[in-house]
């Protein structure tokens, strides 16, 4: 088996790609487990990848104006089908023994302690994804990404370096983790700078316009709705007749048409929303490094701890309970103004839903690579996908043309941001050791 144990190891691409399936895959008398730090480390990429990429798409149906308790409730079905289905195809490989028993075997053991502690993390990162979906439409994609991923890794980094023995190097790895601190309050500054970026834009407008349209003058403006079959590509801002990114014509047609309706809001809603995002999504890496590596002596003598695909099966179907029933509720009793639904009218929304459905698979795969990946290297390296953002603010500026037009202080600060962010990742990456 190759081993990876110098840092430098850990950026050859050369060596990522000829590493022999021996070297990622561990068969022999037991089940397929990722042991080596390369195939750690492509684990985290492809996670990275997936989940930087599953928020935009959720992103683009609210903006296009369908309902985001229908999104989730389509987000949340498939996000449990991409566990189901790692659970009984890597779960499954490989014969059974009795101290790496397969999937099916660990769920009529007596292994509940380790099971609770997954559920508790499909619980959190629930509420946190689902208070996401509405910190996007407030804050942006950009910020709401960077700042909930940043508080998740200085918290939730440091829980998992404790409860992993230390098995990280604390000198590269707290670094890091202040790195992501002032990541936190530079997004906090480049959400208040684009806040007032935008209401000199739509003040400017107001006063432009003889009939005084202006933020309290947007129902002048045609409403349309995704979910009456509408077509209202706003990502295509630059397009033959559309208002263009950044400007006010801009920000008045995209609040007509998306689903949640931002303005008259102040900034603490947004980053409120976000902040407590960003706690929810520091529990759950630490609650199912718990369930996997029982560090808290839980189980019973005899008890073979929970492999990372049953504990993700476990995870991922309380998170789906909790996303199913706080949606359903939502469609009777919405929060923050969003419009009232049915569970008729769900079941016969189809627009968006294909993209929905997409989106809970990317983020059901990409929490299992995560995982994969940090029962190999420790989990507080694991966090290292949360350069997620990195991803997520590529397609918002290109995709939403988020922060277009903008003042150079935004953009000073947003750049900032990135910087900091990406210094962060780096370092986080580099700590990684090896689990015994």
Known sequence: MQSFYRIADYW?????????????????????????????????????????TWPALLTLLERRGRLPQHTYLDYTITNLLAAVIIALTFGQFGPSTPEMPDFLTQLSQDNW???????????????GNLSTQYAWAFVGLSVTEVVSASITVVIGTTLNYYLDDKINKAEILFPGVGCFLIAVCLGSAVHSSNNADNKTKLDDYSNDCKDGVGTNGISSFKQT????????????GGSSGKAKFGTAAFLIELENTRSIKVFGKGTFIGLAITFFAGICFSMFSPAFNLATNDQWHTLKDGVPHLTVYTAFFYFSSFCFVIAMVLNLTFLYYPILNAPKSSLKAYLNDWNGRGWALLAGLLCGFGNGLQFMGGQAA???????VQALPLVSTFWGVILFGEYRRSSRKTYTLLAGMLFMFTVAVAILMASSGHRK
């Open 12 to 52: 050859s691409v050369p060596k990522l790609v000829i590493l022999s399936p021996e070297g990622v895959l561990s068969s022999g008398l037991k089940m397929y487990m990722v042991e080596s730090k390369g195939g750690a480390i492509a684990c985290m990429l492809l996670s990275l990848l997936l989940l930087g």
């Open 113 to 127: 302690p380790s099971v609770l502690f997954a559920m508790a993390g499909g619980m959190v990162l629930s509420l």
């Open 378 to 384: 420790g989990y507080a390296a694991a966090d290292a």
């Open 225 to 236: 709705n995704f979910n009456t079959g509408g077509t209202n590509d706003l990502e295509d």
